[in-house]
């Protein structure tokens, strides 16, 4: 992925742009942890419970600090913990290809 195709859903622009989910992904909870199927690679990938939630939440609406905020509610974490942790997962599944990129939008 170039520097150019880059999503900008962590850093500065974490406030600004809402990650989401792409509507082909198949996912399916065990035991509060999800298996994510992506029909176009092959992949399988799992997410534990936390990354889950994260997961449920990169709407194409809430913005990586949104998401931040609601988990630090929820989990009783502080803000800045709980935005370290978004990034993180957002990063992952963007480089996973699990996110739409704006223009698929």
């Given at each position: 992925m170039s520097a150019k195709d880059r999503p900008h859903w962590t850093s500065a622009e974490a406030a600004f742009v809402p990650p989401a989910r792409?509507?082909?992904?198949i996912e399916d909870e065990v035991d509060g942890e999800a298996i994510l199927f992506d029909p176009r690679s092959g992949d399988v990938h799992r997410l534990n419970q936390t990354a889950l939630a994260i997961w449920r939440q990169c709407d194409g609406?809430?913005?990586?600090?949104?998401?931040?905020?609601?988990?630090?509610?929820?989990?009783?974490?502080?803000?800045?913990?709980?935005q370290?942790?978004?990034?993180?997962?957002?990063a992952v599944l963007a480089e996973s290809r699990l996110l739409r990129l704006s223009e698929d939008r």
């Open positions: 792409r509507d082909d992904i609406r809430a913005t990586t600090r949104e998401i931040a905020q609601r988990q630090a509610d929820g989990y009783d974490v502080e803000l800045i913990t709980a370290d942790h978004a990034e993180q997962v957002v």
